[in-house]
């Protein structure tokens, strides 16, 4: 149960809207199926810079790319651009993971957790339970980030 309406469903389908990443997770745990499996394709290990492919995996303003095969299901990494001001959505989100690393390649990111507040810069990485509810956004008004997040084994 997603506690979504079939209005919403309905126009996620026809990529009218967008959902978050919490809405996202609820989706795929709902149908019992891995977010990375909607992108999957044929099996290689290699993934080409020019041919990585578009994912998305919820926010507002962030444009993910995956960077392991669709099949890998212990690790997943995922390069995304966030958008100034752009975060995950309007409620922390949790998914069932081991680990989680976020690592900033360019710009800035914000990532709560609880009561804790983790500014992260370019270089910065941060390694967080991805069970626990958290939430992010890139506070710069004007400049995009680039963010790594690195996920084992890969989530739902």
Known sequence: ETNLSGGFISLLERDETSASVGTLFRICGALGIRIGSLFEENR??????????????????????????????SLQVIESRIEPGGRSGDEPHGFEADAELIYVLRGRLNVAMQ??????????????????????????????????WIITPTSL
């Open 115 to 148: 009561e804790d507040v983790h500014r992260l810069r370019t270089g910065d990485a941060l390694l967080i339970v991805p069970r626990e509810p958290h939430a992010w956004w890139n506070p710069s008004g004007s400049r995009p980030a680039t963010v790594l």
């Open 44 to 73: 290689t290990n290699l993934v080409r810079g020019q041919e990585r492919p578009s994912a998305n995996f919820g926010g507002y303003g962030v444009e993910d790319e995956l960077l392991t095969p669709g099949w890998e299901r």
